[in-house]
Nanobody
Framework: QLQLVESGGGLVQPGGSLRLSCVAS????????IGWFRQAQGKERDGVAW????????NYADSVRGRFTISRDNAKNTVYLQMNSLKPEDTAVYYC?????????????????WGQGTQVTVSS
């Protein structure tokens, strides 16, 4: 059974950091591009960061560029999202998703497998 499981979310103060993990089971991630997305309450799901299958190419939404870093460890079948300098507006449920291509895309609907999400709350 194909499954993606996110973890690492929680409550953090503004300016703090979190590292999210996305672990795949039932298939190997190494051939696929991965994206991290987030959905704040009452808002649409937006892309945050994307990475190619071998990790050589990554891109970020303008709102997180310079603060977030996406990376992957294909040997561990895991993708990470390091989030620094967190702001209250980063509060959302964060999802990882798999695209059936080695090349990333910022188009949310091109990602076919999704995890259940992990809550990130940035508040003092």
């Amino acid at each position: 059974q194909l499954q993606l499981v996110e973890s690492g979310g929680g409550l953090v103060q503004p300016g703090g950091s979190l590292r999210l993990s996305c672990v795949a089971s039932g298939f190997t991630l190494e051939s696929y591009a991965i994206g991290w997305f987030r959905q704040a309450q009452g808002k649409e799901r937006d892309g945050v960061a994307w990475i190619s299958s071998r990790g050589g190419i990554a891109n970020y939404a303008d709102s997180v560029r310079g603060r977030f870093t996406i990376s992957r460890d294909n040997a561990k079948n895991t993708v990470y999202l390091q989030m620094n300098s967190l702001k209250p507006e980063d509060t959302a449920v964060y999802y990882c998703a798999v695209r059936q291509s080695s090349i990333w895309s910022c188009k949310t609907n091109s990602y076919v497998y999704w995890g259940q999400g992990t809550q990130v709350t940035v508040s003092s």
